[in-house]
């Protein structure tokens, strides 16, 4: 989209991107505040419901994509999509009862390039039928719902939950993942 350098993707007061350093271009456009009118999260003319799909589409497509590149993970990459203390929990239950925490952004990274590289999982989200929702409560806090299916290599393994919590950064002024919690079953 115009107006953006490549691997920017902000949340932000003034723009709806979340950076995302070297990362592929994936965005709103800019210029666009956030206002909370009741029930109703506009940024500008841009709905929550425009934040949402570009979010899942930078998470679900990019984001992997990104990582599938890496050597190996790295606490820079993406760090300013993640805040510092991000909290992270994983319940599976494709292969048994699994279940893993983490807190901070050098194992959330860990986590994720074990997710989409290590183990090669990819997740297809329901963009519709209620498979995607969001609110932005009055703290400015801003949960992304998501369901659909996850898959490895041509096989579909099961179904997902994923709910995320988007924090607006004081010092930045663009918002990052504060939580994510998957939850996987066949």
């Given at each position: 989209?115009?107006?953006?350098?490549?691997?920017?993707f902000?949340?932000?007061?003034?723009?709806?991107?979340?950076e995302?350093?070297?990362?592929?271009?994936?965005?709103?456009?800019?210029?666009?505040?956030?206002?909370?009118?009741?029930?109703?999260?506009?940024?500008?003319?841009?709905?929550?419901?425009?934040?949402?799909?570009?979010?899942?589409?930078?998470?679900?497509?990019?984001?992997?994509?990104?990582?599938?590149?890496?050597?190996?993970?790295?606490?820079?990459?993406?760090?300013?999509?993640?805040?510092?203390?991000?909290?992270?929990?994983?319940?599976?239950?494709?292969?048994?009862?699994?279940?893993?925490?983490?807190?901070?952004?050098?194992?959330?990274?860990?986590?994720?390039?074990?997710?989409?590289?290590?183990?090669?999982?990819?997740?297809?989200?329901?963009?519709?039928?209620?498979g995607?929702q969001?609110?932005?409560?009055?703290?400015?806090?801003?949960?992304?719902?998501?369901?659909?299916?996850?898959?490895?290599?041509?096989?579909?393994?099961?179904?997902?939950?994923?709910?995320?919590?988007?924090?607006?950064?004081?010092?930045?002024?663009?918002?990052?993942?504060?939580?994510?919690?998957?939850?996987?079953?066949?």
């Open positions: 989209m115009e107006g953006y350098a490549e691997g920017e902000h949340l932000d007061t003034s723009k709806v991107k979340i995302m350093g070297a990362c592929e271009t994936r965005l709103c456009p800019a210029g666009r505040e956030v206002v909370s009118y009741g029930n109703n999260n506009v940024i500008g003319n841009i709905s929550a419901d425009n934040i949402k799909k570009e979010f899942c589409y930078w998470f679900y497509v990019i984001l992997p994509r990104q990582i599938q590149e890496l050597p190996q993970p790295s606490s820079t990459f993406a760090s300013n999509c993640f805040s510092d203390n991000v909290d992270l929990e994983c319940t599976y239950t494709i292969d048994g009862l699994n279940r893993l925490k983490s807190t901070g952004l050098k194992m959330t990274i860990w986590v994720l390039y074990g997710i989409f590289k290590e183990e090669n999982l990819s997740f297809s989200p329901n963009l519709d039928y209620g995607l969001s609110q932005m409560d009055r703290y400015g806090i801003l949960t992304v719902e998501v369901s659909g299916t996850v898959h490895k290599g041509n096989s579909c393994i099961g179904r997902f939950e994923h709910t995320f919590e988007l924090v607006r950064s004081p010092t930045k002024g663009t918002f990052e993942i504060k939580s994510a919690k998957l939850i996987m079953h066949k």
